[in-house]
Nanobody, 123 residues
Framework: QVQLVASGGNLVQPGGSLNLSCAAS????????VAWFRQGPGKEREGLLC????????NWADSVKGRFTISRDTAKNTVNLQMNNLQLEDTAVYFC????????????????WGRGTQVTVSA
């Protein structure tokens, strides 16, 4: 059974940092494209970054460029999202998703999803 577990969400002040982790069981992330999405209150789900089948990063959201980075930890079978200089508008539930085909900025392109981790940015 395949399971993705996103963790690391927390309450943080503006300007702070968090590192989210997406851990997989039942699959090996090395063979998958893995993406991070988020859904803020009252907003549609938004694609942020993806690590593709060549393990290169693809950045989709201008709002997080220069602040968020995606990385793989092959030994731990995780994909991490380092978030720096967090802003109020970064408040959202953050999801990871994986698929064998590649990185696509579309919800329906991913076969596996984690349940999400809450990030709240508040003073």
């Amino acid at each position: 059974q395949v399971q993705l577990v996103a963790s690391g969400g927390n309450l943080v002040q503006p300007g702070g940092s968090l590192n989210l982790s997406c851990a997989a069981s039942g699959i090996t992330f090395d063979f998958y494209a893995v993406a991070w999405f988020r859904q803020g209150p009252g907003k549609e789900r938004e694609g942020l970054l993806c690590t593709n089948l060549d393990h290169d990063a693809e950045n989709w959201a201008d709002s997080v460029k220069g602040r968020f980075t995606i990385s793989r930890d092959t030994a731990k079978n995780t994909v991490n999202l380092q978030m720096n200089n967090l802003q109020l508008e970064d408040t959202a539930v953050y999801f990871c998703a994986a698929d064998l085909v590649g990185c696509y900025n579309r919800d329906d392109a991913y076969i596996y999803w984690g349940r999400g981790t809450q990030v709240t940015v508040s003073a």
